[in-house]
């Protein structure tokens, strides 16, 4: 801790400065559990403005307003959106106001950057890595990827909705009856789950397929229908409750299969991302010329490549009649419940890190092991590791 505040943490929370990104990584209402754990929060101006939030507002939780340089300079933890692995570009700027022992804590990228965080490692930082967290009952509070994935399931179908040259409830009017939308949903964890509900609500028939059978009975309660696929999924996912990439073999049998039933939607939204991993193709071009003119494919796995073959990041391509849509950053779009997500789980973080007003990095809980990436000048999360002795 730094000298000035040897009985408080220092918690200091910068403006986000990737492009586009108007999250931030603390809301007022969380300023007071932190200022319980022990923490003084310094908050730079403006840095909730983009997500609809007041400097005022901050002030009035308890926080102290301050420029980019003093946070960096005063502050013994940084909360993040983005660090320098999820910032390359504009985060660089800020590597020089790093110093040893200081802890910083957000999205990392570490398992798709990993040399950024060596570059990290060298400054002497304590790097917490939220994406990396467990999938166990204890950190569910502090999900980052479930919350964030909450938010992009739910877009993704406005965009959809939006794009789409029919409306997805049916209607019965003295017009004649016009009949529902049909949504599938390829992926049914956080993001396509909330896809399936946000699309039922707006009264589309929707079906879902994931390669877990495990998920068949979420998505029924739901409404919709499960796809069953006759394929050997036994292996599709890690301990850690992570999708794990398959082999070639099964994911040409997977495309196969899917043909037909791509074929009969009006909007496909695709969610399969594997954690550091090009996003598997599920999508082919032969089954977007398959699909009605007019049709729609919202592919959430874009960051990653894309689970869709034409889907370019960033990007709407029109092809085959086909609306491919690539979009980037989905959260960050709905910024003020996304940072209102992120800033309860940053802070149930912080509180797991804290005991009687001292951060204590206990190796033996496994959420400080799992997510810490750097300490003391080296990278010592052993799957970051495993990936820079690869490359």
């Known amino acids: 801790m730094t000298e000035q505040s040897q009985t408080t943490i220092v918690i200091g929370v910068p403006k ?70 999820a910032n390359p570009e504009a985060g660089r700027a800020d590597l020089d106001k790093l110093r040893d022992g200081q802890i910083v804590i957000g999205f990392t990228e570490s398992l798709g950057e990993p040399a950024l965080s060596k570059e990290i490692a060298g400054k002497g930082v304590t790097m917490f890595s939220l994406e990396m967290l467990p999938r166990i009952t204890r950190a569910q ?17 406005l965009y959809a909705a939006e794009t789409l040259p029919k ?44 390669i877990r059978p495990a998920v068949k009975d979420q998505v029924i309660s739901l409404g919709a229908k499960f796809v069953e696929m006759d394929l050997d999924t036994g292996d599709a996912e890690d301990k850690g409750g992570y999708a794990k990439a398959m082999d070639e073999e099964f994911y040409k049998k997977q495309r196969e299969m899917m043909t037909k039933v791509i074929a ?10 594997v954690p550091g991993k090009k996003a598997p193709i599920l999508v082919t071009e032969e089954m977007v010329k398959g699909m009605p003119p007019g049709s729609v494919v919202v592919d959430l796995a874009a960051e990653r490549g894309g689970n869709c073959e034409l889907t370019k990041p960033g990007e709407t391509v029109v092809a085959h009649g086909v609306s491919v849509m690539g979009p980037l950053n989905v959260p960050s779009t709905v910024p003020y419940h996304a940072s209102q997500m992120y800033s309860k789980n940053i802070t149930t973080f912080f509180q797991n890190l804290v005991k009687e007003g001292k951060v204590e990095l206990n190796m033996e809980d496994e959420i400080i092991a799992d997510t810490m990436v750097t300490k003391g000048g080296d990278v010592v999360s052993a799957r970051v590791k495993e990936l820079l002795g690869a490359s």
Do not use: H
């Not at 009017?173 to 956080?190: D, E, L, N, S």
């Not at 009969?264 to 991302?273: F, G, I, R, S, Y």
């Open 16 to 85: 986000e400065t990737f492009p586009g990104e108007r999250r931030v990584a603390i809301v007022p209402g969380d300023v007071p559990a932190l200022q319980k754990a022990g923490a003084e929060i310094l908050v730079e101006s403006g840095a909730g403005v983009e997500a609809g939030i007041t400097d005022q507002s901050y002030t009035d939780k308890g926080a102290k307003m301050s420029n980019r340089d003093d946070i960096f300079a005063k502050s013994d933890v940084i909360f993040q959106v983005r660090t320098f692995g």
């Open 141 to 157: 509070s502090m999900d980052v990827l479930s919350s964030m994935a909450t938010v992009a399931g739910y877009k993704s179908v």
């Open 167 to 210: 409306i997805f409830p049916m209607f019965m009017t003295a017009a004649g009856t016009i009949a529902p939308a049909r949504v599938f949903v390829v992926g049914v964890g956080v993001a396509g789950l909330q896809a399936i509900a946000t699309a039922k609500r707006l009264g589309a028939v929707v079906s879902a397929y994931d």
């Open 264 to 273: 009969e939607n009006d909007v496909v939204v695709t969610t399969a991302a």
